[in-house]
């Protein structure tokens, strides 16, 4: 069972970027999925989650800039960030409830 996360990378404020977290070895259609992030020295906090039932819950920092969704036949988790700020510069992971499972963590900087 594991999660494989990717679509990192630098990008400037403004723009966009879609992470990816692809699922395998398990059942992950009916578990809470969620994007978490770390920005340099500080701790890890929550971006997005999307429940089993497609209902989705976000932070209010990333409110009506990024959106979760999944694809349960290919085991996806995305996370489309727009109008990106400096400050959501982060290693973003993914996270599956059912398994307590993290990925792997990708890298996002936004240049201001």
């Known amino acids: 069972v594991q999660l494989q996360a990717s679509g990192g990378g630098l990008v400037q404020a403004g723009g966009s970027l879609r992470l990816s977290c692809a699922a395998s070895?398990?059942?992950?259609?009916?578990?809470?999925m969620a994007w978490y992030r770390q920005a340099p020295g500080k701790q890890r906090e929550l971006v997005a989650t999307i429940h089993g039932s497609g209902s989705t819950d976000y932070a209010d920092s990333v409110k009506g800039r990024f959106t979760i969704s999944r694809d349960n036949a290919k085991n996806t988790v995305y996370l489309q960030m727009n109008s990106l700020k400096a400050e959501d510069t982060a290693v973003y992971y993914c996270?599956?409830?059912?398994?307590?499972?993290w990925g792997q963590g990708t890298k996002v900087t936004v240049s201001s």
């Open positions: 070895g398990g059942i992950f259609s009916i578990s809470d």
């Open positions: 996270y599956a409830d059912i398994y307590r499972l």
